[in-house]
């Protein structure tokens, strides 16, 4: 049986599966819920000055969905907590009396001044709490007031109070990033010049989900207006793995303890971040979505696959698919694969066809009996038809093997290694030593 | 009323008058706007979709149901009416498992095709509940068509021909339009009325006259239909009913399934019908089915359904079979009768098994009796005669492309007409492709002469 335990910057938590700072974790009643449920550790909602912000009266959340209604992207306008400091502080030392043996993380979110910072950490300290993670990423609401995102998509802010921080507290250090911004290895980067524990990403993407064709107001809709919310959800998982593999192979960031987020919604998902690098992961939209009790699938089936691959521990797979994020000039040239459909699985709904007929390389064939087939001296590999085929193995790709002639080009494949920075076509490509 | 099933002889009231209700009420009933857009998240939008293929008009298929996911059911609608006018009626009563989803690809992977059938019908109610016809007339050409028979075929046949700025008088025998949508389907596959809301709402494209009560033969004389009109469209069905060629058939009780099936159709009380306790219905197609079911629901203690081939050869689709006998109608293949019993009145029926032989279906000398007392003939239609010296393809009236008969300016489609399944679908088709090559003859004509 898989140890599914981790030990995140000391902090330890019978699994890797956290909530994120989130309106599930916004109160007593819901995080006991939460660890009853199997949660491994919480990252209380984000806590701010007194007076409490306050939020809207109307619709916090807008969507989008797929087929049959499966919620893949959420968005919010909600913001930090809206409940005086000190009832969130008095519970969230209840909570962590009552269960030592989870993670019990504060994000945090007050102005950008020292003694504001000096103020809040010793009465989080003071609840027992086993770390406090900084909301650099909200980029709704708190972002107008010079907080959350604001400070994020400003590097030299994040290592301004990182380091405030780091000197006013006991409690590792944890500053959570906006994906709102064109390169995330800068804001990583100061959050470890500030002296950060840990980074922990994506908050979520500035986003409107959709707009009401009858009052043409922006959703969630507000007495006909709209604003920008923060993006979560299966729809930001890909744009999350980026960002994450990106700090994760940072010759400055490296090594760079990672906690990751961002549309985790099975074992799966929590298992490719952490390939990429993560100690742990957080979760909030797939508990918005189907309640705590997600996380037993989560747990068991990590613990499942972990059995299955020989991996007694986390740490055995952190990490493992780091080293296989490259750029694209190093990808190999010589690497030649051909589409190739089951006819067995096949179901004939012509997906395949029209896809590629239309809209890539005209390489399947349809037959007047409905049989789809590749045609090998067209196809390029692209994969599109995989994608959009509905019987999950049905189309793969198959790799062409050293010494076999491509019929589309007429070359023989070769199993040399070869990518674009030495290839004729490229203008700066690098001769080789004569 | 003191019956029940049990009590001997063809008799009315077997049944509670709530039984009557629920037996006799929509079978499927409409998927609500929830449901449709579910079963509408199936649709995988296939590249030259194999249910469009296997529907006889033709509709776009994926392309109304992706507008149904997308909220635009009217515009689902049209897509539907656009190739067949009478979506309505054949969302109710196609045998979709053996056309449109049988051939759909998830029927394929899952053995569970998207719905497309009642989604059609989510589709067509929508526009028809609004009550605005989606279509109108083309400015007028001048020509007038005479339409006979208002069945499936001559009410497309007329709509498109209308639709086209055609005159058209549409003509059928019956004092209601509507032919077997009206009298020859199962009452609880359109009940409230829905064939005759279909039909007005189908003339509102406008340009068609109805004249009913007249039958070609009787009241109208093809020659005269044409001289009078550019174009005549024959749709009139098949009127004559196969005879059993077994002794005994005059017995009392011994029906035509077509009548009990349109009586019970018209009957507003379903309790007034008679119905016998035990019922054999001799015969493998829809009709035959629809008279065992119904005559079930009528509160019959046992209704046997005997055809002569073996099950694969049933008309009747497999989905049909199963809901006969989900309703307790006993299905015996592979006997066909050899006399009717009885003395004066029908008391049973006496079948022999068959076998395959080289020449054909040969009786075995294996044979056994059902008690009966109502017996329903089921063994399909046939033209009562040819009209108007029209050339025949057996006993129906022989076509080439769309509709053309043998003699010039008549057209024919629908069950009278050579070749097509005996669907109402394929009969609406029928229509519609002979009116539009109606039209085409007639605005050739009229090109050719204005030169």
């Keep these: 049986m898989a140890d599914l335990s981790t030990d995140f910057l000391g902090i330890k938590s019978p699994n890797p599966f956290w909530l994120a700072s989130a309106p599930p974790t916004d109160k007593e009643y819901n995080v006991r819920r939460a660890f009853e449920a199997g949660w491994g550790g919480v990252v209380w909602k984000t806590l701010g000055q007194d007076p409490h912000i306050v939020n809207v009266n109307g619709p916090r959340y807008g969507a989008v969905w797929g087929a049959d209604r499966r919620l893949l992207g959420l968005n919010n306008i909600e913001l930090i907590t809206d409940r005086p400091l000190d009832v969130n502080l008095r519970e969230i030392k209840a909570v962590k009396r009552d269960y030592p043996d989870r993670a019990m993380i504060v994000s945090l979110m007050v102005p950008c001044e020292e003694q504001a910072w000096k103020d809040i950490l010793p009465l989080v300290e003071d609840t027992g709490a086993d770390g406090i993670e900084l909301n650099f990423g909200c980029p709704h609401g708190m972002s107008e007031r010079g907080m959350g995102a604001a400070v994020g998509q400003v590097p030299e802010y994040i290592e301004m109070v990182a380091r405030w921080c780091k000197q006013n507290t006991r409690m590792p250090v944890i500053v959570k990033l906006t994906p709102n911004i064109t390169d995330i290895r800068y804001p990583a980067r100061a959050a470890k010049a500030g002296g950060a524990d840990a980074v922990s990403l994506i908050n979520t993407v500035s986003s409107i989900t959709a707009v009401d064709l009858d009052s043409f107001s922006p959703e969630p809709s507000i007495d006909g207006k709209g604003s920008h919310g923060g993006y979560c959800g299966p729809a930001v998982k890909p744009i999350a793995l980026n960002m994450v593999a990106e700090i994760a192979r940072d010759a400055e960031t490296h090594g760079l303890p990672i906690s990751g987020i961002g549309g985790i919604t099975t074992w799966r998902d929590a298992a490719e971040f952490i390939a990429l690098g993560c100690g742990n992961v957080q979760v909030c939209t797939a508990a918005m979505t189907y309640g705590f009790k997600v996380v037993q699938e989560m747990a068991a089936g990590l613990s499942e696959w972990m059995d299955e691959k020989g991996y007694a521990s986390i740490a055995d797979f952190q990490g493992r698919a780091v080293p296989n994020v490259t750029d694209w000039q190093y990808l190999n040239l010589n690497y030649v694969a051909k589409a190739k459909i089951d006819q067995e699985s096949c179901i004939k709904c012509g997906r395949c066809y029209a896809a590629c007929e239309d809209t890539s390389h005209q390489a399947i064939a349809m037959s007047d009996d409905r049989v789809f087939t590749v045609k090998d001296d067209e196809c390029v590999a692209c994969n599109l038809c995989v994608n959009v085929c509905p019987v999950d193995g049905c189309i793969t790709m198959e790799q062409m093997a050293a010494g076999q002639t491509d019929p589309r080009t007429g070359q023989v494949v070769s199993d040399d290694y070869a990518n674009w920075t030495t290839h004729p076509n490229n203008p700066g490509a690098v001769k080789a030593a004569e | ?451």
Excluded at chain 2, 221 to 226: I, V
Excluded at chain 2, 255 to 277: C, M, N, T, W, Y
Excluded at chain 2, 285 to 298: E, F, I, N, P, R
């Design chain 2, 1 to 451: 009323m003191s019956n029940s099933e049990t009590t001997p002889g063809v008799v009315p009231g077997r049944l509670a008058d709530a039984a009557y209700k629920s037996n006799f009420d929509d079978l499927y009933g409409p998927l609500d706007a929830h449901e449709a857009v579910v079963a509408a998240d199936r649709c995988y939008f296939c590249h030259d979709a194999p249910c469009v293929t296997a529907c006889p008009t033709s509709i776009d298929i994926p392309l109304f149901i992706r507008q149904i996911q997308t909220g635009m059911p009217k515009a689902a609608g049209r897509t539907i009416f656009d190739q067949n006018i009478l979506g309505g009626m054949c969302a109710r009563v196609c045998p979709t498992d053996i056309l449109c989803e049988g051939a759909c690809v998830r029927e394929a992977a899952e053995g569970k095709p998207v719905l497309i059938g009642r989604l059609q019908r989510f589709a067509t109610d929508t526009v028809m509940d609004s009550g605005a016809h989606p279509y109108s007339r083309a400015p007028s050409t001048g020509f007038r068509v005479a339409v006979v028979g208002a069945g499936p075929a001559g009410l497309a046949c007329a709509h498109r021909l209308a639709m086209n700025g055609h005159d058209v008088d549409l003509m059928d025998a019956r004092p209601k339009l509507g032919g077997l949508n009206e009298y020859g389907i199962a009452a609880y596959k359109a009940p409230d009325g829905f064939a005759q809301a279909e039909v007005d709402w189908l003339m509102q494209i406008g340009g068609i006259t109805m004249r009913t009560n007249v039958r070609l033969g009787r009241e109208l004389a093809l020659s005269e239909l044409q001289d009078d009109y550019d174009a005549v469209f024959l749709g009139v069905g098949l009127a004559g009913v196969n005879a059993l060629r077994a002794e005994g058939e005059e017995h009392d009780n011994v029906h035509d399934a077509v009548d009990f099936i349109a009586e019970l159709r018209q009957a507003p009380d379903k309790s007034k019908i008679p119905v016998g306790r035990d019922v054999v219905v001799i015969g493998g197609g829809m009709t035959a089915v629809d008279a065992a079911v119904q005559s079930k629901l009528l509160g019959a203690e046992t209704v046997s359904l005997v055809y002569r081939r073996d099950q694969a050869q049933m008309g009747a689709s497999e989905h049909e079979q199963l809901h006969a006998a989900s309703k307790g109608v006993r299905i015996i293949t592979g006997a066909a009768p050899l006399r009717v019993l009885g003395d004066g009145v029908v008391t049973g029926v006496e079948f022999a098994y068959t076998e395959q032989g080289p020449e054909g279906l040969v009786l075995t000398d294996n044979t056994f009796h059902l008690k009966a007392d109502q017996v329903f003939k089921a063994i399909g239609q046939r033209l009562d005669e040819a009209p108007g010296g029209l050339q025949l393809d057996g006993s129906k009236i022989t076509v080439s492309g769309a509709g053309r008969t043998s003699l010039p300016g008549v057209w024919a489609g629908g069950d009278c007409a050579a070749g097509g399944d005996d669907l109402t679908v394929t009969a609406v088709a029928e229509g519609r492709d002979a009116a539009e090559d109606i039209h085409a003859t007639l605005m050739g004509q009229a090109s050719v002469a204005a030169e």
